[in-house]
């Protein structure tokens, strides 16, 4: 049943549902790597799960408005990345998951979705600079060492969100 409903959307659509559901599965991990890397702020790093079920609403969206589902994850990925800057900080590294964000962006939408198109790159590009100008002090603090470690895993994070996103995309005709 579930495999009808998948093959009754579009490409696109299939490829960003895919990335939703490796976002809703690889949250649950992250507070694991904060503690086995970092060892403080596993309290604070189980924050990032509270947007996880925002993610998993847009396979569920997508049966009803391919468009709309597009439209999410963006959106979704970076009201997720602004809390997490908030929660961890801007040098943790977090905002370079807004990467991600315009990537999605630039991939999810077809030729003639162009305005949505570029209205999410602006929307997107809007939170990022909120997020580095008014954002103000993490909710947790981090020593630089942490901070250091943070960046570092965050950075291994988006390169790995990136290529798999460049993987699942490539090939799709956006006609």
């Not at 509270?50 to 999410?72: C, H, M, Q, W």
């Not at 990345?81 to 590294?93: Q, R, V």
């Not at 949505?116 to 947790?140: D, E, N, T």
């Amino acid at each position: 049943m579930m495999s009808q409903a998948r093959n009754q959307l579009d490409p696109i659509t299939q490829a960003t549902v895919t990335v939703a559901w490796v976002i809703v599965l690889n949250k649950p991990f992250y507070p694991v790597y904060i503690w086995y890397l970092v060892g403080d702020g596993v309290s604070a790093s189980l924050g990032t799960l509270l947007l996880a079920p925002l993610f998993l609403t847009i396979p569920f969206v997508a049966r009803r408005s391919s468009l709309s589902a597009r439209i999410a994850l963006p959106l979704i990925g970076a009201v997720d990345t602004l809390f997490e800057t908030k929660l961890f900080g801007s040098a943790s590294g977090t905002e370079l998951y807004f990467a991600a964000c315009i990537m999605l962006v630039g991939l999810s939408f077809r030729a003639d979705e162009k305005w949505w198109q570029r209205g999410m790159a602006v929307l997107v590009f809007a939170v990022f600079v909120f997020s580095r100008k008014f954002i103000g002090a993490p909710l947790h603090i981090w020593t630089a060492l942490e901070f250091g470690t943070l960046f570092n895993l965050n950075a291994f994070a988006v390169a790995s969100l990136l290529a798999f996103i460049a993987l699942r995309y490539a090939g799709i005709p956006r006609t």
